[in-house]
C-alpha cells in the first residue's frame, strides 16, 4: 500500500521532457500526463515525440531528455556501450509487456500461405518452405525496429522455426516504427515485427497481415521500460519517485474501467501523440489473442532481472562474438526493483 504523497520528498525538478516513440505502449507516459498523474506529484512534464529509437538513446544519453520510454533491451545495450559509447541505464520500472507483431506483406502471405496460426512455427515453415522452393525469387527485406530490441530477436527467432538462415534466406534491416507500414506498402520491405499499432494498421489498410506475435513466442516478456541514466537517477531520486508513482498510479487509472481505455485511445489519438495511426483502433483493449499487450495492471510494472534474461541471451552472445566479457552484476542493476520499491512502497 503506498503511503500518503506528503511524507515523499519533494521532487529536486520541477519541470522535466521524456522522450516516446509513436506506439501503443507510450500509454502510461501519455495517460501520467493527460490524466494529471505527474501534475498530482509535483512534476510537470512534456513528452517529446522521436521517430527513431537511435535518436531517443542519443538523447537520453546527452542529457536532452530527462528520461524516455525504451526498448526493454535498450538500458543494458547502452550500459555496454553497443551502437554507441557506454552510457550506464537504469530499467526502473516496466510500461508494458508483449505488444509486437510480425507482419508479412499480403502478396507474400498469398504466395507462400503463411498465415496466423495458434503456434508460431506453422508460418514459418509455411515461409521457409516456399523461400526454398523454385518460385520463390529474391530474398525478402524484413524490418526490425533496432538492432537491441526484441523486435528484432523474436524476429529471427521466429525465422528459426521455419528453418530460415536470417543471414541467408533474407535481408534483415532496422526502420523506425512509424515507417514500417508505409515500406510495406510501397514494396521498400517484405515484413517486419514491431510494437503496435503497426501491425494491426498494416492489416486494417490491406498491406499486410500478421503471421505471429511477440506473445507467441516469449509469452509475458518486459516489452518497453523507463529508462533513465544511472547519473540522472542519483542525481534526483526523489524526482525518479515521484515519475514511478505517477506511472503506478495511471497503471491503476487504465486498469480500472473500459471507459477509462477509450478515454486513453482518444488521448492517443491527439496529434502530438499517435495521431491517424490509431484510428482504426476502437480502444486500447489489445490484451486479448494472440497479441496480448499488456499496458497495466497489478505488478507489471516491476522489473526483474530474470524477467530480462530472454534479451539478454543474445546480447551476451553478440558481446562475446566481439571478444567483451559480460557481467551479470551488470543486469542485475540495470533491471533492478530497488527504486520501484521504494518509491511504491512495494
Not at 551502437?83 to 520500472?93: N, Q
Not at 499486410?208 to 506475435?213: F, K, M, N, P
Not at 515521484?242 to 478515454?263: G, I, N
Amino acid at each position: 500500500m503506498s503511503h500518503p504523497q506528503h511524507h515523499a520528498a519533494s521532487p529536486e525538478l520541477e519541470r522535466l521532457t521524456l522522450g516516446f516513440v509513436p506506439l501503443l505502449d507510450a500509454a502510461l507516459l501519455i495517460v501520467a500526463r493527460e490524466q494529471g498523474c505527474f501534475a498530482a506529484q509535483g512534476l510537470e512534464v512534456s513528452l517529446s515525440r522521436e521517430n527513431a529509437w537511435s535518436t531517443l538513446r542519443d538523447k537520453v544519453a546527452a542529457g536532452l531528455l530527462d528520461g524516455a520510454q525504451m526498448l526493454a533491451p535498450m538500458p543494458l545495450a547502452m550500459s555496454l556501450g553497443l551502437g554507441r559509447a557506454p552510457c550506464e541505464t537504469l530499467a526502473p520500472t516496466l510500461l508494458s509487456r508483449n505488444g509486437n507483431t510480425i507482419t508479412l506483406s499480403t502478396s507474400l502471405c498469398q504466395a507462400s500461405g503463411a498465415a496466423l496460426a495458434t503456434d508460431p512455427g506453422t508460418s514459418a515453415l509455411a515461409l521457409g518452405d516456399w523461400l526454398r522452393g523454385p518460385g520463390s525469387g529474391k530474398r525478402p527485406r524484413l524490418a526490425m525496429v533496432y538492432p537491441y530490441s526484441c523486435q528484432h530477436y523474436q524476429l529471427r527467432e521466429w525465422l528459426t522455426l521455419g528453418d530460415i538462415a536470417p543471414e541467408r534466406h533474407v535481408e534483415l534491416i532496422a526502420l523506425p516504427p512509424p515507417r514500417m507500414v508505409e515500406a510495406l506498402r510501397n514494396g521498400q520491405i517484405d515484413g517486419f515485427c514491431a510494437g503496435e499499432p503497426w501491425g494491426t494498421l498494416a492489416r486494417h489498410c490491406g498491406a499486410g497481415q500478421l503471421v505471429a506475435t511477440g506473445a507467441q513466442l516469449w509469452q509475458d516478456h518486459p516489452e518497453k521500460v523507463l529508462g533513465v541514466t544511472r547519473s540522472w537517477a542519483q542525481r534526483y531520486p526523489a524526482t525518479l519517485a515521484a515519475l514511478l508513482r505517477a506511472l503506478a498510479t495511471a497503471s491503476e487509472w487504465l486498469a480500472a474501467s473500459p471507459d477509462h481505455r477509450r478515454q486513453a485511445r482518444e488521448w492517443l489519438a491527439l496529434p502530438p501523440y499517435l495521431d491517424r495511426s490509431i484510428r482504426h483502433l476502437e480502444t486500447l483493449d489489445n490484451d486479448a489473442a494472440p497479441i496480448h499487450q499488456h499496458l497495466c495492471g497489478a505488478d507489471m510494472l516491476r522489473p526483474t532481472p530474470q524477467a530480462a534474461l530472454h534479451f539478454a541471451a543474445p546480447i551476451v552472445s553478440q558481446l562475446e562474438a566481439q571478444g567483451g566479457r559480460f557481467d551479470p552484476a551488470l543486469l542485475a542493476a540495470c533491471y533492478s526493483a530497488v527504486h520501484f520499491d521504494a518509491a511504491t512502497h512495494h
